[in-house]
């Protein structure tokens, strides 16, 4: 598949260069967008890694060099593949293609609309409440052996939670995790749908809609 631009005739001068700058800034803030709706599940992975004990063991993070949990990379890698299988990578190029359309080469960014600082912290918020929809089928089964926990601490005091309690929460998570499987691919694809949806949104705003 190819695609072809209708580009105008643009003469090179101090203006090109501002509008060869502008396209730069767009790419860079709707990649932004994209990592931020995508940090959720990062977040949420340290929410549940904090919870089992995990949040010591923390990995390095290839793309960003930042320590990055154990179970938010898991989170992340499969989101990635749910994310090639359904092809949502052409609607990312597709996606890419037709904002020419929405934002014209030869047009700068309307920065004076207080819409676009507005439509990213809509988006910010929005991703921490993705992140905790995630998190809380883990983290409230955590909790709750918390509560058991402290429980058995106190009616049996000769038992040691702090030995137990680690390899009990470990396992309630692991547990938690097969079962809540299915509903994770759900939030998963409804968090791609938000990320395309406020691409669109982003770019409608850089293009003065």
Same mark, same amino acid.
């Given at each position: 598949? !190819?695609? &072809?631009?209708?580009? *105008?005739?643009?003469?090179?001068?101090?203006?090109?260069? #501002?509008?060869?700058?502008?396209?730069? #800034?767009?790419?860079?803030?709707?990649?932004?967008?994209?990592?931020?709706? @995508?940090?959720? /599940?990062?977040?949420?992975?340290?929410?549940?890694? !904090?919870?089992?004990?995990?949040?010591?063991?923390?990995?390095? =993070? *290839?793309?960003?060099?930042?320590?990055? *949990? @154990?179970?938010?990379?898991?989170?992340?890698?499969?989101?990635?593949?749910?994310?090639? &299988?359904?092809?949502? $990578?052409?609607? #990312?190029?597709?996606?890419?293609?037709?904002?020419?359309?929405?934002?014209?080469? $030869?047009?700068?960014?309307?920065?004076?609309?207080?819409?676009?600082?507005?439509?990213?912290?809509?988006?910010?918020? %929005?991703?921490? /409440?993705?992140? +905790?929809?995630?998190?809380?089928?883990?983290?409230?089964?955590?909790? @709750?052996? =918390?509560?058991?926990?402290?429980?058995?601490? %106190?009616?049996?005091?000769?038992?040691?939670?702090?030995?137990?309690?680690?390899? #009990?929460? /470990? @396992?309630?998570? !692991?547990?938690?995790? +097969?079962?809540?499987?299915?509903?994770?691919?759900?939030?998963? %694809?409804?968090?791609?749908?938000?990320?395309?949806?406020?691409?669109?949104?982003?770019? %409608?705003? !850089?293009?003065?809609?």
């Amino acid at each position: 598949m !190819f695609y &072809t631009l209708d580009i *105008p005739a643009i003469p090179i001068d101090d203006q090109y260069l #501002l509008l060869l700058f502008k396209e730069v #800034l767009v790419g860079l803030l709707l990649g932004l967008i994209a990592y931020i709706i @995508l940090a959720a /599940i990062q977040i949420a992975g340290g929410f549940i890694d !904090f919870q089992m004990g995990f949040a010591i063991a923390n990995v390095i =993070d *290839p793309q960003t060099g930042a320590q990055s *949990p @154990l179970i938010g990379q898991y989170f992340y890698t499969i989101a990635l593949l749910f994310l090639l &299988t359904v092809n949502g $990578h052409h609607l #990312l190029i597709n996606g890419i293609f037709y904002s020419y359309e929405t934002i014209p080469v $030869h047009a700068f960014i309307p920065f004076e609309n207080e819409g676009i600082a507005a439509f990213v912290i809509e988006v910010f918020n %929005r991703m921490f /409440i993705i992140a +905790f929809q995630l998190s809380i089928p883990i983290v409230g089964c955590l909790f @709750l052996v =918390d509560i058991a926990l402290g429980i058995v601490a %106190r009616t049996v005091p000769q038992l040691n939670v702090f030995v137990v309690g680690l390899p #009990l929460k /470990i @396992l309630v998570a !692991f547990l938690a995790l +097969f079962v809540m499987m299915s509903i994770y691919i759900m939030l998963v %694809r409804n968090l791609f749908e938000l990320m395309i949806n406020s691409m669109d949104g982003l770019m %409608r705003l !850089f293009g003065g809609a």
